[in-house]
């Protein structure tokens, strides 16, 4: 009997951990039906750097990959090498290591709620396993994002952290995840250092009364290690253009002057008495941060900007509608909890911190930049699982108290099912569309095999950098691409739209012009008359069908 | 002390000055109940305003707070009060009913008979005497569940490659039975959302709404709510009952967002209200100057307000009022005889918003009139949006100047303005007077 209540744990822990597994890696070749741009630079970046150890620039074995001349910090690349090697390159061996990170995540969430419900590891157990069920978790480990590895290295801090005491391989597990986080992700960059900022000072605890310069510094040493997490990120070539990013998606430059138009009085905008500029963007950066803590926002939103991609949770926001109520509940039960603990006060920090990337971004509301804060989001959800529970069971009438736990629970499992059908199979038709370009992992394989009997590929898209897509799905040589870095933008400004390469050139599709050449391939996603192209002699026409039963892509070939 | 207690005073002197400063015109809503002059839609306004005085009073004896003038503070300077007194006067009745029958229910101390007794009045209120049609209704639709669960069963199916699933396990979630419950949880979340209560001043993720809260405040309730929380402070249940009525209140109406959400003034004003002494009297220095600061930001929010109202009062009020009131009062100002005065559907409520204005209004002819292909009738006045002219666009693009178009066909423009938002989508927003003699 004791053995049992040994193993059981255990045995459920590791069943937790196969089935999150499995939901996470089944299918990806399917669903999200294909990748995006992003997916798709990082996955030929880690082809070019398995195949060469250089990027597709051809600089060697960088942490920051220039890509869209956005900078992606490299470990994701670094990480999915190993799988290219085992499986290729394909959509399951660029997205696994988000896959299998998303269960990493969910193992130090699972340890993090033990400590700080001080909970047994069963119950502890319980609560992890519907979480992992949220729409967030689920999408976000099927899909290859830097911000979703970098939330695991984030939440593997935060455990270290609430175990920093314990001796020196835990302080040295903070700064390896702190690293691992900074090298995975640009917020983590921002959030690291305020994370380890604020859990050594404690401003929640600070007596303000009593508080001394010396005993704030003998406090903080371990903000003094941080800038070496950073120095070989500064020493890199490309140092200086780390900030790029910043430049691109920054609140200061976006808003500028705050105020409304219409309200600005004074020539000079910091002159005007009413509506000052510093009001508006003291709200502003304000609501960056409550955006966060609303329940609406967590349940229902994903940022509006990103529709029709990968980066959309198909129906639903973050933590879903179960999830979003639960987080109201877990807030107003265990804010006194969180509060006066040590433990808890690191869970409030660890979602400051999470947050303050997002704060001084542009978007009002954008969960990929903000990902490390939702661990701590999921844990005030744990609690108000457990506390709805606990209140549900403590009723005095027994019949009442099974009966409404019971329901409960299986609202929250049943809630897990949705989510899960929902993720494999019906968010296609939220996740593709606009800003999700289809058609290329069905028609390339067909161009490939037609390419080298023609002169020219003329790509016709409306789609900027779907070269990506090519590369990607094409496995094309990495060492050609290297040999036209010269040719592309230079860093600081936004990724060119097109780049021809090899015997591809990029063009508005111009039939009644263009059928006059000869010996050509167009790719073209414009409205192609059928009937035009069977008279044309020489021509034929391949439209391709995507899973959802759309015609994205023709190819026409013309001899 | 004696100062401070006259802040609530002058709070609501400033508000009605503004008010008869600002002269916004009357809402369809005060037309309907029989607003035909100035002085019958002040004292149709002023008796909004004394019902919701009366409401904010009756919450006010329910609580026990040491300081009640702070409380009175929020909740005079709170733009959405304005909004209601001045232009519904029946949400002002519903909340004087709603809070009204909260008070007199708790001289019984039974929670539930409070809670039963409120909630139906609420109930019978938005939807039976006001026929609201909530959207909680149709989410709770088990036909419209039952549709939506067959549509994902058919388009998943005809989802080539997909991942399979057997059919068992996927009708554990989609059934119609959790398709109503998530859709109405859905729905229902939509009551606990920050950026209309805290932060409608900036305008986030593109929705719009008038301002309940100034920014500020959202941190004078993060502190409230830390010290109801942490410290088990008064109140409690007052605020947790008024909560819950303002939740049910929120899904069982269908006006705008801000008008739904009209109950949750009181709770959170509460919350802000409750603590705000024990920081100005019992903290530090620094938490005291921390508090001022904050004050002095709330207090130049409701300045800045008023200043953004009286400038842009067509981006934050209803446009259609102001679209009769310019049409309107132009034929006030220069009478002259017509034999018809054509007003297209858009602006449908032309005839009854003209007993405001005028004394004969049979000239008025409601058609929605196209004068790029409607011949012009001679001793006629049109009055239409720019579409109404040149002919509708549906992506509400018109050229800037049409003057030239009109007098090609023997009429002239006397009159125009750029309405905002669209009234009528297609049609543009120049809203123009036209004669045509």
């Known amino acids: 009997m004791m053995n049992l209540k040994k193993i059981l744990p255990i045995l459920l822990t590791v069943i937790f951990i196969a089935v999150s597994l499995y939901v996470r890696l089944v299918g990806l070749e399917k669903s999200p039906l294909s990748i995006g741009f992003d997916e798709a630079s990082l996955g030929y970046n880690a082809y070019s750097l398995y195949l060469t150890g250089k990027d597709e620039y051809g600089t060697p074995f960088p942490l920051s990959l220039r890509s869209f001349n956005d900078f992606k910090p490299a470990l ?76 695991a290295f984030f939440t593997g801090a935060i455990w270290f952290l609430l175990n920093f005491k314990k001796g020196l391989i835990y302080k040295i597990g903070v700064f390896f995840f702190s690293a691992l986080a900074i090298y995975s992700y640009h917020a983590s960059r921002l959030a690291i250092p305020v994370l380890i900022f604020l859990v050594f000072l404690d401003p929640i605890s600070l007596n303000l009364k009593s508080l001394h310069v ?53 020539p000079n905008v910091w002159l005007n008495l009413l509506a000052h500029p510093l009001y508006y963007l003291g709200g502003i950066l304000s609501g960056h941060v409550f955006a966060y803590l609303s329940p609406k926002n967590l349940s229902l939103l994903i940022y509006p900007g990103v529709i029709k991609s990968a980066q959309v949770i198909s129906g639903s926001g973050m933590l879903g509608f179960t999830g979003g109520v639960l987080f109201i509940v877990g807030i107003i039960t265990a804010f006194k909890k969180l509060i006066l603990s040590k433990e808890g006060r690191i869970i409030i920090y660890s979602f400051l911190a999470g947050i303050a990337p997002a704060v001084v971004a542009w978007e009002w509301y954008y969960p990929l930049r903000s990902l490390n804060a939702f ?128 015997n591809f050139v990029y063009k508005k599709f111009d039939w009644p012009n263009d059928k006059n050449k000869s010996s050509f391939i167009y790719w073209t996603s414009s409205e192609v008359k059928e009937e035009e192209i069977k008279v044309t002699p020489g021509a034929k026409l391949y439209r391709i069908k995507d899973p959802l039963g759309n015609y994205p892509v023709s190819i026409i070939t013309k001899e | 002390m004696a100062m401070i207690s006259t802040v609530p005073l002058l709070i609501l002197l400033a508000e009605v000055i503004w008010q008869i400063f600002i002269k916004y015109p009357p809402t369809l809503e005060q037309i309907n109940l029989g607003v035909s002059s100035a002085a019958a839609l002040w004292v149709v306004r002023f008796i909004s305003l004394g019902l919701l005085l009366a409401a904010s009073f009756f919450v006010s004896r329910l609580i026990s707070i040491k300081k009640g003038v702070y409380y009175w503070i929020l909740v005079l300077a709170s733009p959405v009060f304005s909004l209601v007194w001045m232009s519904y006067p029946l949400d002002a009745l519903k909340i004087f009913i709603v809070m009204g029958i909260f008070y007199f229910l708790n001289r019984y101390r039974k929670t539930w008979i409070v ?52 059919i068992q396990v996927r009708r554990i979630g989609y059934n119609k039975y959790f398709a109503a419950f998530r859709n109405s949880l859905n729905e229902s979340l939509n009551f606990f959302d920050f950026e209309t209560v805290f932060f409608e001043e900036i305008h986030p993720l593109g929705q719009k709404a008038f301002v309940i809260f100034f920014w500020p405040e959202v941190f004078l309730f993060g502190l409230g709510l830390w010290f109801l929380l942490a410290k088990q402070g008064k109140n409690g249940e007052v605020i947790l009952t008024l909560l819950f009525f303002s939740f049910i209140y929120f899904i069982t109406s269908s006006a705008s967002t801000e008008r739904r ?5 009181y709770p959170l004003s509460i919350i802000m209200a409750g603590y705000l002494d024990s920081f100005l009297v019992g903290g530090s220095k620094k938490i005291k100057i921390g508090m001022t600061l904050l004050i002095f930001l709330i207090f130049y929010g409701w300045m800045t307000n008023y200043y953004d109202r009286y400038v842009r009062p067509d981006y934050w009020l209803d446009n259609r009022p102001i679209a009769y009131n310019f049409f309107l009062s132009y034929l006030k100002d220069n009478p002259g005889k017509y034999d018809q005065i054509l007003v297209p559907d858009t602006l449908y409520a032309a005839k009854e918003y003209c007993r405001f204005y005028l004394d004969d209004c049979d000239a008025f002819k409601i058609k929605n009139f196209d004068l790029s292909k409607d011949t012009v009738e001679k001793n006629s006045l049109y009055v239409g949006f720019i579409g109404n002219f040149t002919g509708p666009n549906p992506a509400n693009s018109f050229p800037p100047d049409i003057s030239n178009i009109l007098e090609n066909k023997g009429i002239k423009i006397l009159k125009k303005t750029h309405i905002l938002n669209n009234i009528a989508n297609g049609y543009g927003q120049e809203l123009l007077i036209v004669g045509a003699k």
């Open chain 1, 375 to 502: 661990p701590a989001i999921d844990i005030a959800a744990g609690f108000g699982l457990l506390a709805t529970l606990k209140y549900l069971w403590s009723r005095k009438n027994k019949l009442f108290a099974y009966a409404s736990s019971s329901t409960f629970i299986l609202v929250v499992i049943v809630s897990s099912f949705y989510n899960t059908a929902n993720e494999f199979n019906y968010g296609a038709w939220d996740t593709n569309g606009e800003f999700q370009p289809g058609g290329y992992k069905e028609g390339v394989p067909l161009l490939l095999s037609l390419k080298d009997k023609y002169q020219t590929v003329y790509i016709d898209s409306n789609q900027a950098q779907n070269y990506t897509m090519f590369w990607f799905y094409m496995k094309y040589p990495p060492e050609n691409i290297q040999k036209i870095a010269y040719r592309r933008n230079v860093p600081g400004v936004e990724g060119p739209a097109t780049i021809d390469f090899d």
């Open chain 2, 261 to 265: 959400l009209f109950l949750t003034l």
């Open chain 1, 76 to 151: 994701y690349a670094y990480l999915a090498i190993p799988l290219i090697h085992f499986f290729d390159l394909n959509q399951t061996s660029i997205r696994a290591p988000s896959a299998i990170l998303g269960v990493v995540s969910l193992i130090f969430l699972l340890l993090i709620f033990k400590k700080v419900s001080g909970k047994s590891l069963l119950l502890s157990l319980g609560v992890v396993a519907l979480i992992s069920f949220f729409p967030w978790r689920l999408h976000f480990s099927r899909v290859a994002f830097e911000t979703n590895i970098s939330m």
């Open chain 1, 214 to 266: 010396k005993t704030i510094f003998k406090k903080l040493w371990p903000l003094a290690i941080v800038p070496i997490l950073y120095l070989p990120l500064l020493l890199e070539t490309q140092a200086t253009l780390l900030l790029t990013r910043l430049n691109q998606t920054n609140v200061f430059s976006h808003f500028y002057p705050f105020t409304p138009s219409e309200l600005l009085f004074a």
């Open chain 2, 115 to 166: 809670v039963t007794g409120v909630l139906i009045v609420i109930l019978t209120l938005n939807l039976s005497v006001f026929k609201q049609n909530p959207k909680i209704l149709e989410a709770l639709s088990i036909k419209k569940s039952q549709e939506e669960v067959t549509l994902r069963f058919n388009i998943e199916d005809k989802l080539n490659p997909s991942i399979e699933i057997p």
